[in-house]
């Protein structure tokens, strides 16, 4: 694919945040953007130029919206893979293959795992009666996700004591049952990928998580993170290589007493990676709408040596004028009309 000139359009799945940041880099570079979401109320549709508004099995819809496009992708890695069959496939960036991974945790740990890389212990669960060995295997505590469509904390039990799987009943689409680890620190790798193969790293962050959701990245990360990211950057390129990847991926990873412990993957620009967009050369937003684009990749290095990143969760949005009090403050607010708890609303960094 030669490189799509100014003026094309780029389609973006799912409607979010991520969405938004994606389409304003777009913008800058001279592309327009189109969304396709169901949900009618989309913060990234009131920065692009077209929105189509319907379900995900709408085929007729998402064929028309395809014929807009000259390359689509995603910001939302539960997009349903069925549909996409009906539409080009050398348009879609990154192929559906690597949705059909991350969508199901159990054959994400698998994939990586054929990659060289080192998943927690897990098994997997398809029926309530299969629960109880699986603790027994496996030992407490633990952590019961479901397989699929789980993200901020959602879709997950802490089993403590084994009494704790009592009554816990089984989705039909199964569950996960991994052990629960030992760690110094969270931390992501986020890469991205160009139509060439060509593959840059972002400085990876130190994440800290509250109730299952990102609250906090921070550069520097912790020594021991800088010792397992050789050996992290690694697995991740073998996982992008192997999906043929274009565009930005992460990997989320354990710091452990092991080596790195792989968590989960997603296949789009990640929370992790906001400070990217005041903090590096090249942000993972341009450079993801750059690989997608098939245009040359931006550099990738940090432009401080110190850099954090704080999610505004829930009513923390509100008080604008309170944050923008500090001269340090970059603050991104999502547009969003609800500040519910637990809800995203936006982000802060700060650099140096």
């Known amino acids: 694919m030669s490189a799509l000139p100014p003026g094309s359009t780029i389609g973006i799945l799912g409607g979010g945040q991520l969405g938004r940041m994606l389409a304003m880099s777009a913008a800058q570079l001279g592309y327009r953007c189109h969304i396709f979401a169901p949900e009618r109320d989309s ?12 379900g995900w099995h709408d085929s007729e819809a998402l064929i028309d919206f395809a014929r807009d496009c000259d390359v689509i992708t995603y910001e939302f890695e539960n997009v349903p893979v069925g549909p996409l069959e009906k539409l080009p496939q050398e348009r879609l960036a990154p192929g559906p293959r690597a949705l059909e991974v991350a969508q199901d945790r159990v054959r994400e740990k698998r994939f990586v795992q054929d990659a060289g890389g080192t998943p927690a212990d897990f098994v997997a669960i398809d029926h309530d009666s299969e629960l109880a060995d699986a603790v027994l295997r496996i030992g407490v ?34 569950c996960v049952y991994e052990a629960r680890l030992n760690f110094e620190c969270e931390f992501s790798v986020i890469l991205v990928r160009g139509r060439d193969g ?41 996982v992008a290589d192997a999906l043929g990847y274009v565009g930005v991926l992460t990997l989320e990873f354990f710091a452990t007493a092991n080596g790195p412990i792989f968590n989960e993957m997603a296949p789009r620009v990640h929370n992790s990676g906001h400070w990217t967009i005041e903090g590096a050369r090249t942000s993972q937003f341009e450079n993801h709408i750059r690989a997608i684009c098939g245009l040359p990749l931006g ?19 509100l008080d604008l004028a309170g ?22 609303m936006g982000h802060i960094t700060r650099v140096g």
């Open 198 to 238: 060509e593959v840059r790293f972002w400085d990876s962050t130190r994440n800290r998580h509250d109730d299952g959701i990102l609250a906090h990245s921070e550069l520097p990360a912790p020594a021991i993170v800088h010792t397992q990211l050789e050996r992290a950057r690694g697995m991740a390129r073998k």
């Open 299 to 317: 550099a990738t290095d940090s432009l401080a040596k110190t850099i954090v990143m704080d999610n505004l969760i829930g009513k923390q949005a």
């Open 141 to 174: 505590p633990g952590i019961l996700k479901t397989r699929r469509d789980g993200y901020d904390g959602k879709g997950q039990w802490a089993i403590n004591e084994r009494a704790d799987a009592q009554g816990i009943r089984i989705p039909e689409s199964g």
């Open 323 to 344: 944050h923008l009090a500090d001269p340090r403050a970059h603050v991104h607010l999502y547009g969003k009309s609800e500040a519910r708890a637990g809800r995203k």
């Open 43 to 54: 913060v990234a549709a009131e920065v692009c130029a077209s929105f189509t508004n319907a």
